[in-house]
């Protein structure tokens, strides 16, 4: 009885999380009109990008301003894929054979996104996850410059700056909610997972980790190539769900957004992901609809493009400063708790002394002391 | 031989505008241990200024075009690296790259997104020719005036009351802190100066190019991270130092290359920056402050 609650209660986060995605989800698209929908699509697509980049930095706690280059990979590798053999002939005259012949349904397009995106960050992943700190940031964002600079220059393959088009618009509401919560998945797997934890211990204290036989490189490569590989699903499915896109697409903006999104929800946490990006797609479309312009009764407020985006900056500011573990503080969903019940005030005083330590519980099973 | 000294001339200019924006963020990272992202937008908001102020002396343009980047620069410590005094690289780089998004986006929302032409000065855009090798005027000045500027900030580090508590902030600044340096005063003032660099680097930017969009700084800053990284971060002379180095790769890449792959220039050039990060992470120059104490 005890285990099997230690167990529901560690496991929890994962159903809730779940239900919580669908539910926004369903809702928001059957309540809203045309222009919600797109944005309840494009809102799941970046949620599993958030959960993607949150499997790297959130459990590694190394920053990766690159991790878009990976989405940019899936969607060329994605986008490639679908287009019509016949329609490849005329966009694209001069692709490799083997790629100008071959055509892949939506689902198997997406798939090979993500496994391209992986074999990428596999070769990247031996010099890379050797660098820490500040010296991480540079290179992953180094890491960016160069896929993007690829993406332009490699005329025969992506089309140059011009970009791929004529993809089939495929990826709806349906399509990238399943991706999403499949990705919710995944990350809750790998946050559970021995190596998961290991590199979790690593984030907290490199020492000590290292101290108790934690390889910390091993285990940072493992995640880097997981994270590229969700990231190059969700690559895929935005060349699915755009038509056309260009290497631009998946550059500094998509970067901002979605580290945005992670840093606001908290980066140490599954649940901070999905929160922060919940909210900052929530945020990001009540602002678009204000940038677009309103009336308010009898006055209108004229559009104002850049509104949005100086709103989400001033948010992510905020939040660094006001906030600087994120609207989670790094926790996953707490257990619900019933009043009175003498074990839960126990957690929650040593919750509030703990501080860091706080948040371990919800990551361990730890004995119920009650 | 022309085209080869032609192509040294090239290299030093862009060698000198590296290390002007590369200074602005070395000496920023040097005191704080932040990258700041947002040193672009300091020149792109330098480069509206002269846009918007129309032509009075050029003079008038250069003050003002300086007085606008200090004072953003100021704005910015201010409002949100104060705050955030204290917190991680990683964190510090983020809220740069956030105030970078939102005043590209400002200049967006009031001047709108496509690029505005100019014309700063008609004795700039002239040429000496020298032989069959043209030298523009603009390359003497931003070069004479990169080299002014380092020995101004070299004596200000060196000479002043100032500068030295600047330097020991850089080395230790909790120490720094005990023996009585304020650090409000001292990170206000590197702010100040990196504004100042901004300004200086906005007007020779301007004109060159002789255009101005919100994206402006964008290059000019992945540019400069490039000569800081290669010098070595925190350190002034390895900045400088960087950014020449990275001129003549830059030139050199740009001039050497295949025909095929010199569109792929920038792709060489960052993978010279992991490169560089893996072997020799502190970079040509190593600052004093960088060094890593358990």
């Known amino acids: 009885m005890a285990l099997a609650r230690t167990a529901l209660r560690a496991t929890w986060p994962l159903p809730a999380l779940l239900l919580f995605v669908f539910a926004v989800a369903e809702i928001a698209y059957a309540a809203g ?3 919600t929908r797109g944005v309840v699509v494009v809102a799941l697509i970046n949620l599993t990008l958030v959960i993607g980049l949150y499997v790297f930095v959130g459990n590694s706690g190394v920053f990766s301003f690159g991790s878009v280059s990976f989405a940019s990979i899936g969607a060329y590798t994605a986008g490639l894929l679908v287009i019509p053999v016949d329609q490849k002939a005329i966009l694209q005259p001069d692709l490799p054979g083997f790629i100008a012949h071959t055509h892949f349904g939506s689902v198997g397009a997406t798939l090979m996104g993500g496994v391209v995106a992986a074999a990428v960050a596999v070769v990247f992943a031996v010099p890379l996850m050797q ?5 991480a940031g540079l290179a992953t964002f180094s890491l960016l410059v160069i896929v993007r600079t690829v993406a332009n220059s490699w005329t025969e393959v992506t089309n140059g700056a011009a970009g791929l088009s004529g993809l089939p618009v495929t990826t709806g509401k349906n399509d990238a909610l399943v991706w999403a919560l499949l990705a919710i998945v995944a990350g809750f797997l790998f946050q559970s997972s021995a190596l998961g934890l290991r590199l979790r211990a690593s984030r907290e204290d490199d020492v000590a980790a290292r101290s108790l036989g934690v390889s910390v490189r091993m285990e940072r490569r493992v995640a880097w190539v ?10 895929g499915l935005y060349g699915q769900y755009l038509g056309s896109f260009n290497a631009s697409f998946f550059y500094l903006a998509l970067t901002f957004t979605t580290l945005a999104m992670l840093v606001v929800g908290g980066i140490k946490s599954l649940t901070g992901a999905v929160v922060g990006s919940v909210t900052i797609s929530f945020v990001a479309e009540v ?6 312009g309103v009336d308010v009764g009898p006055l209108h407020v004229p559009a104002r493009p850049g509104l949005r985006e100086i709103g989400l900056a001033i948010i992510m500011l905020a939040i660094l400063i006001l906030r600087p573990r994120g609207i989670t503080n790094g926790r996953e969903l707490p257990w619900p708790r019933l009043p009175g019940r003498s074990g839960d005030r126990m957690r929650r005083s040593t919750a509030e002394q703990g501080g860091d330590a706080a948040e371990t519980y919800a990551d361990v099973p730890v004995k119920d002391p009650s | 031989m022309a085209l080869f000294l032609q192509h040294v001339i090239d290299a030093i200019t862009y060698g000198s505008q590296f290390a002007l924006y590369g200074l602005g963020i070395a000496l920023i990272f040097g005191i704080m241990g932040l990258i700041n992202f947002a040193h672009g937008e ?15 002396s050029w003079a008038v343009v250069v003050l003002v075009t300086i007085a606008v980047a200090v004072a953003f620069a100021l704005g910015m410590e201010r409002l949100a690296f104060r705050p955030l005094r204290g917190a991680s690289p990683p964190t510090l780089l983020i809220a740069s790259f956030a105030i970078s998004y939102g005043l590209q986006n400002l200049a967006i929302l009031i001047e709108g997104s496509a690029p505005k032409g100019t014309h700063v000065s008609n004795w700039l855009s002239e040429s000496y020719q020298v032989g069959s090798v043209s030298v523009p005027k603009l390359d003497i000045v931003t070069v004479a005036v990169t080299i002014a500027l380092l020995a101004a900030l070299g004596l200000f580090l060196q000479r002043t009351r100032m500068g030295v508590q600047m330097r020991a902030a850089a080395e230790d600044f909790r120490m720094a802190r005990i023996l009585g340096v304020r650090a409000n005063t001292v990170i206000a003032t590197a702010f100040g100066i990196s504004g100042l660099l ?4 906005a007007y020779l930017l301007v004109a060159q190019t002789g255009e101005v969009a919100p994206d402006l700084g964008s290059n000019p800053v992945l540019y400069a991270f490039v000569a800081t990284v290669l010098g070595g971060m925190g350190s002034l002379r390895g900045a400088v130092l960087g950014g020449y180095v990275f001129g003549a790769i830059f030139v050199g890449l740009q001039s050497y290359l295949p025909l095929e792959l010199r569109s792929y220039r920038d792709a060489f050039a960052f993978a010279a920056v ?4 893996l072997v020799r992470p502190q970079g040509l120059i ?4 960088v060094v890593t104490r358990v």
């Open chain 1, 33 to 35: 009109d045309d222009v």
């Open chain 1, 131 to 135: 660098l820490t700190g500040i010296a």
């Open chain 1, 226 to 235: 997981v994270h590229a590989f969700v990231m190059g699903i969700g690559g």
């Open chain 1, 287 to 292: 602002l678009h609809r204000i940038e677009e």
């Open chain 2, 42 to 56: 300091l020149i792109m908001v330098g480069a509206y200024a002269i846009v918007l102020m129309g032509r009075p």
């Open chain 2, 198 to 201: 901004a300004g200086i680097g």
């Open chain 2, 274 to 277: 992991i490169a560089m990060l």
């Open chain 2, 286 to 289: 190593v600052a004093r402050s």
